[in-house]
């Protein structure tokens, strides 16, 4: 199974690799799916890590193709995070905090998706304004630095805080940043940020700053049944007023082709004319007319017998 997952992973890195498009890849490997997310990171950092030390946090080195992204990984004891606590990335976890189920030894991923936080989460009516930073516990046996089993956390002091830099630029805005954490099928629950601008939790998640998004412009009012039936109308006047106009425009361009049709082919019979017999011409008003002059061949008898 071992070598099966580690194949399986030697295999995405080299699409990865090669593919030319870093967003276009990651949507169509993961369809901006969290979950799918989670267990990359996983399994990532299971092959990336090689016998890391218990307590030393490490910055994962992701491929080029998840820039803007971030990811660290800490292996603690479970009998020092409750009598400790931790305080790595962007979280503070507070002692008397029971992993559950009970392990020896857990390992902690930490998640920053950076500018790819919307393309995972999006929530209606609010904007984020910070990015998506979320934590993930598993079991850590001495096999693998990061198991198969997920862990929940169970806190009997303090709360776990979260903190995000650069709230102070959106304080003052006419709008009152909210935290939000997100949990599974899109869902989420939005709190009030505490008066130190960080957000609290008991347990694990991803989180995040969101404002109210601006109100969209009005929608177009949508015709009443009146108004379309008088556009209806208006379109069937417009279109036989089209019509006519058309037919009346194909006719007056048929008389004057008839018109210069029958000039040519009047002066074509003149020429014609004046090529045969010579006739005189004289003009009724406005047309020349022919003449004969002469009379071609006499009148005679064809019998001398009169009565």
Same mark, same amino acid.
Request: positive net charge.
């Given at each position: 199974m071992e070598f099966f997952k580690s194949w399986h992973i030697l295999w995405l890195l080299f699409s990865l690799s090669f593919s030319s498009s870093s967003s276009s890849f990651v949507q169509a490997l993961y369809g901006y799916d969290p979950e799918s997310l989670s267990t990359f990171f996983h399994d990532y950092a299971n092959t990336s890590l090689r016998n890391p030390h218990t307590g030393t946090l490490y910055n994962i080195s992701l491929p080029a193709n998840f820039s803007g992204m971030e990811a660290s990984f800490v292996r603690v004891l479970s009998a020092k995070f409750w009598s400790r606590g931790a305080n790595f990335s962007s979280f503070?976890? =507070? =002692?008397?905090?029971i992993p559950m189920p009970?392990?020896?030894r857990l390992a902690i991923v930490f998640e920053n998706l950076g500018n790819w936080s919307s393309s995972y989460y999006q929530?209606?009516?609010?904007t984020l304004v910070a990015p998506v930073v979320g934590f993930m516990?598993?079991?850590?046996?001495?096999?693998?630095?990061?198991g198969n089993q997920k862990l929940n956390f169970t806190t009997q002091g303090d709360p776990i805080t979260i903190r995000f830099p650069h709230i102070d630029d959106v304080q003052g805005k006419n709008v009152t940043p909210k935290c939000v954490q997100f949990g599974a099928a899109g869902s989420f629950e939005i709190k009030n940020m505490t008066k130190e601008n960080e957000c609290i939790t008991h347990g694990l998640g991803h989180f995040s700053i969101v404002v109210p998004s601006p109100p969209r412009p009005a929608p177009t009012p949508t015709p009443t049944p009146e108004k379309k039936?008088?556009?209806?109308?208006g379109l069937g006047k417009g279109f036989v007023v089209g019509i006519v106009f058309?037919?009346?425009?194909?006719?007056?361009?048929?008389?004057?082709?008839?018109?210069?049709?029958?000039r040519k082919k009047l002066k074509a019979m003149e020429k014609q004319s004046e090529k045969d017999v010579a006739f005189d011409t004289f003009w009724v008003g406005r047309s020349k007319m022919p003449s004969a002059s002469m009379t071609r061949t006499q009148p005679y008898l064809e019998?001398?017998?009169v009565p």
């Amino acid at each position: 199974m071992e070598f099966f997952k580690s194949w399986h992973i030697l295999w995405l890195l080299f699409s990865l690799s090669f593919s030319s498009s870093s967003s276009s890849f990651v949507q169509a490997l993961y369809g901006y799916d969290p979950e799918s997310l989670s267990t990359f990171f996983h399994d990532y950092a299971n092959t990336s890590l090689r016998n890391p030390h218990t307590g030393t946090l490490y910055n994962i080195s992701l491929p080029a193709n998840f820039s803007g992204m971030e990811a660290s990984f800490v292996r603690v004891l479970s009998a020092k995070f409750w009598s400790r606590g931790a305080n790595f990335s962007s979280f503070q976890i =507070p =002692p008397r905090v029971i992993p559950m189920p009970y392990r020896r030894r857990l390992a902690i991923v930490f998640e920053n998706l950076g500018n790819w936080s919307s393309s995972y989460y999006q929530m209606s009516n609010y904007t984020l304004v910070a990015p998506v930073v979320g934590f993930m516990a598993y079991d850590s046996p001495n096999a693998t630095p990061i198991g198969n089993q997920k862990l929940n956390f169970t806190t009997q002091g303090d709360p776990i805080t979260i903190r995000f830099p650069h709230i102070d630029d959106v304080q003052g805005k006419n709008v009152t940043p909210k935290c939000v954490q997100f949990g599974a099928a899109g869902s989420f629950e939005i709190k009030n940020m505490t008066k130190e601008n960080e957000c609290i939790t008991h347990g694990l998640g991803h989180f995040s700053i969101v404002v109210p998004s601006p109100p969209r412009p009005a929608p177009t009012p949508t015709p009443t049944p009146e108004k379309k039936k008088r556009h209806r109308k208006g379109l069937g006047k417009g279109f036989v007023v089209g019509i006519v106009f058309g037919l009346v425009l194909l006719g007056l361009v048929m008389i004057a082709i008839f018109k210069l049709w029958w000039r040519k082919k009047l002066k074509a019979m003149e020429k014609q004319s004046e090529k045969d017999v010579a006739f005189d011409t004289f003009w009724v008003g406005r047309s020349k007319m022919p003449s004969a002059s002469m009379t071609r061949t006499q009148p005679y008898l064809e019998h001398e017998y009169v009565p």
